[in-house]
């Protein structure tokens, strides 16, 4: 009978060092993760992040926010993408540099058509296909991350 009351202490014992330990996970259970393995993160209602990696450039950001509207929001491809907040640093990952895009234009920002691609102006935008679409572009990188 004293072994069966001691092993049932040990079940709960680690039965709540278990539960503690799936409380205390950090946020990155909650991201989602594109194509080309960038964090996509809420910021708020209808606004989310791009989180940068060593050696992001624009075409990362957009790939990542197309993925993340095409697969993940279920967005038509025809939907436009904006810029919410042009590039700076991170509101879910301190330290680190994001992007902040929305389905929506910012208000009173300049959603003209731009020739080159840019994470610096808000209110950018460009397609949800197009944006997947750089995706594409840097598949050898996976093979021989060093170009």
């Given at each position: 009978?004293?072994?069966?009351?001691?092993?049932?202490?040990?079940?709960h014992?680690?039965?709540?060092?278990?539960?503690?330990?799936?409380?205390?996970?950090?946020?990155?259970?909650?991201?989602?993760?594109?194509?080309?393995?960038?964090?996509?993160?809420?910021?708020?209602?209808?606004?989310?992040?791009?989180?940068?990696?060593?050696?992001?450039?624009?075409?990362?950001?957009?790939?990542?926010?197309?993925?993340?509207?095409?697969?993940?929001?279920?967005?038509?491809?025809?939907?436009?993408?904006?810029?919410?907040?042009?590039?700076?640093?991170?509101?879910?990952?301190?330290?680190?540099?994001s992007?902040?895009?929305?389905?929506?234009?910012?208000?009173?920002?300049?959603?003209?058509?731009?020739?080159?691609?840019?994470?610096?102006?808000?209110?950018?935008?460009?397609?949800?296909?197009?944006?997947?679409?750089?995706?594409?572009?840097?598949?050898?990188?996976?093979?021989?991350?060093?170009n």
């Amino acid at each position: 009978m004293r072994w069966i009351v001691e092993n049932a202490g040990i079940k709960h014992g680690l039965a709540s060092v278990l539960l503690s330990c799936l409380i205390c996970m950090p946020v990155t259970a909650f991201a989602w993760r594109a194509w080309n393995h960038h964090e996509v993160l809420p910021v708020s209602e209808g606004v989310w992040e791009v989180v940068n990696r060593v050696g992001s450039g624009a075409q990362d950001y957009w790939c990542g926010i197309g993925d993340f509207a095409i697969r993940a929001l279920r967005t038509q491809a025809t939907q436009r993408i904006y810029i919410w907040k042009e590039i700076g640093p991170s509101v879910n990952r301190p330290g680190r540099k994001s992007v902040q895009f929305s389905l929506t234009p910012p208000p009173g920002s300049d959603t003209s058509t731009r020739y080159s691609l840019s994470v610096k102006v808000r209110g950018d935008n460009i397609n949800a296909a197009t944006a997947r679409n750089y995706c594409y572009d840097r598949r050898d990188d996976f093979f021989f991350p060093f170009n």
